[in-house]
């Protein structure tokens, strides 16, 4: 279900994009249940399922993991959605909608039909085949226009944090696009002791923003 009003956010002096709200008993069908089959990835933010709409079309479902007290209000996290919506680029996942269902948080984005680069790289050799140097170098020169874009374009900036192959995912192109950009900004600004995995420390989400920042604008998400 699509909603009629566009909530107001500035980004850049642009307006946001529309998003759909799902139901919970929606993803749960399009997900089979959250079968374990269907998981795709998981990280510090929560797991990530595979799932087909009634329209036929596939999705990847985020469920969030934090703890609700870590969560902003609903109203604030649906604003914050919509200004997630409005970052767009051919080098980032775009985010479709979201579910808030009681005390569950969910994210829906497009699904994409080549997994993670990790996946990839460390998969089958019939996999790692089909990367050639020529390929590789298209998908690196694609991620750096996805980063430059979040830290030069986006307003205020976004530092990302957390690059790793595991969330770099592949088009059936091959395209690259940046995943879990912005997450922080679903969670209340007084937290502090989220923790992320960033070069395999794990660091409080203030402790890295004034190690990168340096008094900066750039805004950690």
Same mark, same amino acid.
Not at 169 to 174: A, E, G, M, N, R
């Given at each position: 279900?699509?909603?009629?009003?566009?909530?107001?956010?500035?980004? #850049?002096?642009?307006?946001? *994009?529309?998003?759909?709200?799902?139901?919970?008993?929606?993803?749960?069908?399009?997900?089979?249940?959250?079968?374990?089959?269907?998981?795709? #990835?998981?990280?510090?933010?929560?797991?990530?399922?595979?799932?087909?709409?009634?329209?036929?079309?596939?999705?990847?479902?985020?469920?969030?993991?934090?703890?609700?007290?870590?969560?902003?209000?609903?109203?604030?996290?649906?604003?914050?959605? /919509?200004?997630?919506?409005?970052?767009?680029?051919?080098?980032? !996942?775009?985010?479709?909608?979201?579910?808030?269902?009681?005390?569950?948080?969910?994210? !829906?984005?497009?699904?994409?039909?080549?997994?993670?680069?990790?996946?990839?790289?460390?998969?089958?050799? *019939?996999?790692?085949?089909?990367?050639?140097?020529?390929?590789?170098?298209?998908?690196?020169?694609?991620?750096?226009?996805?980063?430059?874009?979040?830290?030069?374009?986006?307003?205020?900036?976004?530092?990302?944090?957390?690059?790793? /192959?595991?969330?770099?995912?592949?088009?059936?192109?091959?395209?690259?696009?940046?995943?879990?950009? #912005?997450?922080?900004?679903?969670?209340?600004?007084?937290?502090?002791?989220?923790?992320?995995? !960033? /070069?395999?420390?794990?660091?409080?989400?203030?402790?890295?923003?004034?190690?990168?920042?340096?008094?900066?604008?750039?805004?950690?998400?």
């Amino acid at each position: 279900m699509e909603i009629n009003q566009i909530i107001p956010y500035e980004t #850049g002096g642009k307006r946001v *994009q529309k998003f759909s709200i799902f139901s919970y008993k929606e993803l749960k069908v399009a997900t089979h249940g959250f079968r374990a089959s269907n998981r795709i #990835g998981e990280g510090g933010f929560g797991s990530v399922y595979k799932g087909r709409l009634e329209d036929g079309s596939f999705v990847a479902v985020k469920v969030l993991l934090i703890e609700l007290e870590s969560m902003r209000g609903e109203r604030e996290f649906i604003s914050e959605i /919509a200004a997630l919506s409005n970052i767009r680029h051919e080098n980032l !996942v775009t985010l479709r909608g979201y579910c808030v269902d009681g005390t569950k948080r969910l994210l !829906v984005y497009d699904y994409m039909e080549n997994n993670c680069l990790s996946q990839t790289l460390l998969g089958e050799e *019939q996999n790692r085949s089909k990367f050639t140097w020529e390929l590789r170098r298209e998908i690196s020169k694609g991620i750096a226009k996805g980063l430059s874009y979040l830290h030069e374009e986006v307003n205020p900036h976004v530092v990302h944090r957390d690059i790793k /192959a595991s969330n770099i995912v592949l088009d059936h192109k091959f395209t690259p696009k940046i995943a879990d950009f #912005g997450l922080s900004r679903l969670f209340s600004k007084n937290i502090s002791h989220i923790t992320t995995r !960033v /070069a395999g420390t794990l660091l409080s989400f203030s402790r890295i923003c004034d190690q990168w920042t340096f008094n900066s604008k750039i805004r950690c998400l």
